[in-house]
């Protein structure tokens, strides 16, 4: 039986991360529909219009700022993203139009996508080359 928990250390810190991202993750997934359908008042299809624009554009923007996270270091580009996802979120709760609604999406893709990239960084540069795919393994439960 594999382990479920990585060693102790920064493989289980990055984990644990993972872990409540995904959670984060999951509970926007499930509950946005609902609140921009019932409680914005935006069509299905405007939302899953703003949705897939905003991930394309996170998709192509995530390359970048995994750039920056190499030039200007995984763990403060990785606090400043998350920062960023949880600033797209809250501003969510202003959005009462199309146009809001794609910028806050597009800012949420954009800062997951680079986090993304920036934890894969972090990651490189704490663990040891041999553990690296097991750890991988761990933070890419999803």
Known sequence: ??????????QRTLALAQLSNSVGDGAYYVTS???FTHVVGLPPTRIG?????????????????G?????RGPRG?????ALATGAAVASFLAVRDFLPFLAAACLYATAQSGL?????????????????????AHCSRR
Request: charged share 15%; proline share 8%.
């Open 1 to 10: 039986m594999p382990n479920l928990l990585p060693p102790a250390g920064p």
């Open 33 to 35: 529909a609902l609140y």
């Open 49 to 65: 219009l703003g949705l897939t624009v905003a991930w394309a554009v996170g998709s192509v923007v995530g390359v970048p700022l």
């Open 67 to 71: 750039r920056v996270a190499d030039r």
């Open 77 to 81: 580009t990785a606090v400043l993203l």
């Open 116 to 136: 993304a990239a920036a934890r894969q960084a972090l990651l490189a540069g704490l663990v040891a080359k041999e553990e690296r795919t097991g750890a991988l």
